[in-house]
């Protein structure tokens, strides 16, 4: 496992800045040559989803809202919950404000994705299966059928990368984040609850799109009313420490003081780097995924899908992860520590230089503990935070003097005091990240009902986003292999889900977000080059104006 994480480390380092030149170049590209259209037809996308213009002799599997409640299932989810808060863990509040950036430049690359997807769908023709669908659309097809045939092996690259994200991103981290916070809340094995929620996406995928989207239909408008509603009593439970959280917000963006996680992390690029990162995992705006999702709506005008998508980034980002990002905020629990089981085979510990400016890891040694303190070359951190004081107790009150010894072949890790006695467990203060910091920040004010809210929309957030990103990955296995791999691909599906669930928190994200650059990079090269179709289109859309014909 650690040579895969340091493997996807170092590709990470080289995506990265590549990943955040391509989205915030291609957002601002795209604003600017289509004149600002996520401003402008923000009003006309609310009154296409709300069916006012709807032809139900269209072609396509879903309608508008449904289309977009399946995206928004894919969107609207763990990134809202965990993402937030591992964006503030690592890069600071100032890391929200860069978020707010990829959001709003981020509605008119999807629209313009979503556009395109639409342009180039694919129908089927013959007999309507409800396990195929009958429309496939997504980057690969306006790749293909946009730039050429010689652009094809770009788009066999997309679809494969884009199915092996759907794996990860879409499927293994959503399992991850709930086993995580049940694990973290009631004690759940990770495994038990990775059944459980495979058993549950497993019996809805294999119903087909329309069955995902009757689903999602219902499930994304209720979690995101749930959540929404939550943390606006917060919010207003705790209204001086609004205005604060958003100074701290604006102040940090460009001039951060430091994140929570490692040592001497106030770095801008690092502060930028994050909140784009988790901006994107959460919006997917330029991932190519969504596209996937609209190009079964029941439309023959591109155009008015493209002004739909373009609300995802804004519900799902300026509005829903604002949200999580002033609760945490103006709670104050981003940077606190409590009580915490430290588990010494976590997935939650690594090893890391304590010298370094940057958090680095470090190959786990063995560590003597004097009194409690670590001394040494290496340091012990939970959740990348290192560790004041061990304790051998709950309560804390008899410190830990010893050694830990990290795992070894032939043994797991332990801790062994001085006089001979031996520990899996300790206990010390530690920071929270992910979803469980989420957890904390509404319990901070509902109590039990905080908890109980962020718990049950994480479990049903992971498993919407799972069950919308299944037909993403089932979408790219028609293109590159044709009906026949549908079913298989869904088995493997189901399958990473409950690998998700069971391992580190830390690795699956890390693999993740690479599946990610490496999609998202030569997505957003294609939707450049085919910026002028889309202009094109937009213009003659909104010169004809079509939609009044079914008012």
Known sequence: MEIITTIQGAIDTVLTPVLIFMLVGTGVFLTIR????????????????????????????VSHFQALATALSATVGIGNIAGVAIAIHWGGPGAVFWMWLTALLGMATKFTEVTLAQKYRHVEQGEESALVGTVSGGPMYYIEKGLGKSWKPLAMFVAGALMITAFLTGNAIQANTVADLMNAEFGLPVWLTGLITATIVGVVIL?????????????????????????????????SGVIPAFGQILSEAFN?????????????????????????????????????????????????????????????????????????????????????????????????????????????????????????????????????????????????????????????????????????????????????????????NLGRAGNIIVVLCVFLFGISTAISWSYYGDRCANYLFGNKAILPYKIIFIIMHFVGAVTALNVIWGLGDTALSLVTIPNVFALILLSGVVKKATDDYFKRKPYLDNK
């Open 34 to 61: 289509l004149g600002f259209i996520q401003f402008r037809k923000l009003g006309h996308g609310i009154a296409v989803t709300s069916g006012k213009y709807d032809d139900p002799n269209d072609p396509g599997d």
């Open 256 to 444: 951060p003081t430091a994140g929570i996680a490692g040592t001497g992390i106030g770095i801008f690029l690092e502060t930028m780097r994050w909140g784009i990162k988790r901006g994107l995992f959460s919006n997917e705006a330029g991932q190519g995924s969504a596209p996937i999702a609209h190009s079964a709506a029941k439309t023959d005008e591109p155009v008015s899908e493209g002004v739909v998508a373009l609300l995802e980034p804004f519900i799902d980002t300026i509005i829903i992860c604002s949200i999580t990002a002033l609760v945490i905020l103006s709670t104050g629990v981003w940077n606190q520590k409590i009580p915490t089981e430290l588990v010494l085979s976590s997935g939650d510990v690594i090893y890391a230089n304590p010298q370094s400016e940057k958090f680095e890891t470090m190959d786990p040694v063995d560590l003597i503990i004097q009194d409690g303190k670590q001394a040494g070359d290496a340091v012990f951190t939970w959740h990348e935070v290192a560790i004041d004081e061990f304790f051998i107790d709950a309560a804390q009150t008899q410190l830990f003097n010893g050694t830990i010894y990290p795992a070894k072949e032939e043994s797991l890790p332990k801790a062994v005091s001085t006089d001979g006695e031996t520990y899996e467990v300790l206990y010390g203060n530690a920071v929270e990240n992910g979803a469980p910091l989420t957890s904390m920040a509404f319990s901070e």
């Open 207 to 239: 119903g087909g799109i329309r069955r995902i989207g009757q689903v999602t239909g219902i499930l994304a408008p209720a979690m995101a009313g749930i959540y929404v509603l939550g943390g606006l009593i917060i919010l207003i439970m705790n209204y």
